[in-house]
């Protein structure tokens, strides 16, 4: 309040006075203005409420604001025309003429027991009608059949070689007729139709060859094989087929054939060598 009335008497003594007029006229007092103590007391009391006047920017305070210097555009620009090639014409190729592959000949089926003993190789086999293999040969593998050839030519290459009687005999035994009648009474286990009258008998399967053996030879039958095919060991098995012995020839431990030694006649005295392809006393 001190300092409220001291603000007041302060104002007071700042008005002046105004001093008295030559003119008779007074001039009216000018009216005081009323301060509110309380407004006064709060702006005291705070002096942040004081209103902050707005500062006046200074010249160097304001900086002008650039203007857009306009781009100017590139005018376009029009490519040159890409000369066009001019196409060559591409050689057209003759036609070439066809080749027509030559017919491969048609090998022949591996051969019957007949073709085996004058065909020693595959090579020398002609080419002829296919025909299916034989039963007893079905079976065989290349190897087998290969073997097969290669006993036949030594067999006949010995027998032809033959000199003398020996030679004759043996020649003329390989041109003799293998029938049921030779067989006689063992005919039967070794063809299936001996009953009838016309025709050649049919051999039971898995025979391969049939021999008749000479009569110089009766008496060393097995050690005339054994000298023939020294390449084969002869193990003998133990049931007999028609009264007669049976070797498994052997190549490398492998049966390969199987040696029928039969005798017929008047006391055993024809001697015939029947070569299976299986055992034939299982």
């Not at 603000?7 to 001039?27: F, Y």
């Not at 073997?147 to 036949?152: E, G, V």
């Amino acid at each position: 309040m001190l300092v409220a009335s001291l603000a007041l008497h302060g104002l007071v003594l700042l008005v002046p006075i105004p001093s008295e007029p030559e003119s008779v006229a007074e001039e009216e007092p000018p009216e005081e203005e009323t301060i509110d103590l309380a407004s006064l007391n709060a702006l005291i009391e705070n002096p942040s409420a004081l209103p902050t006047p707005t500062p006046t920017p200074t010249p160097e305070a304001i900086v002008p604001t650039p203007s857009p210097v306009p781009v100017p555009t590139p005018a376009a620009v029009i490519p040159s025309p890409v000369p066009v090639p001019v196409p060559v014409p591409v050689p057209i190729p003759e036609p070439t003429p066809e080749i027509t592959p030559e017919p491969t000949p048609e090998v022949s089926p591996e051969p019957t027991p007949a073709d085996l003993s004058v065909t020693p190789t595959p090579s020398d086999v002609a080419p002829g009608p296919t025909q299916p293999l034989p039963e007893a040969f079905q079976g065989l593998t290349p190897e087998q059949l290969q073997q097969l050839r290669d006993f036949l030519a030594q067999r006949e290459a010995l027998d032809a070689s033959a000199a003398g009687a020996i030679g004759q005999t043996a020649r003329a035994a390989q041109q003799a007729e293998i029938n049921c009648a030779l067989f006689a009474e063992h005919a039967p286990l070794f063809f299936d139709d001996c009953g009838e009258a016309t025709g050649e008998p049919q051999r039971k399967p898995g025979i391969f060859t049939i021999e008749i053996i000479l009569p110089q030879r009766r008496n060393q039958i097995l050690e005339y094989y054994q000298e023939t095919f020294p390449n084969y060991t002869f193990e003998p098995i133990e049931t007999t087929y028609a009264n007669g012995e049976v070797y498994a020839m052997k190549l490398d431990d492998n049966p390969v054939l199987y040696l029928n030694i039969v005798s017929v006649g008047l006391r055993g005295s024809t001697k015939i060598a029947v070569f299976w392809l299986n055992d034939p006393t299982t």
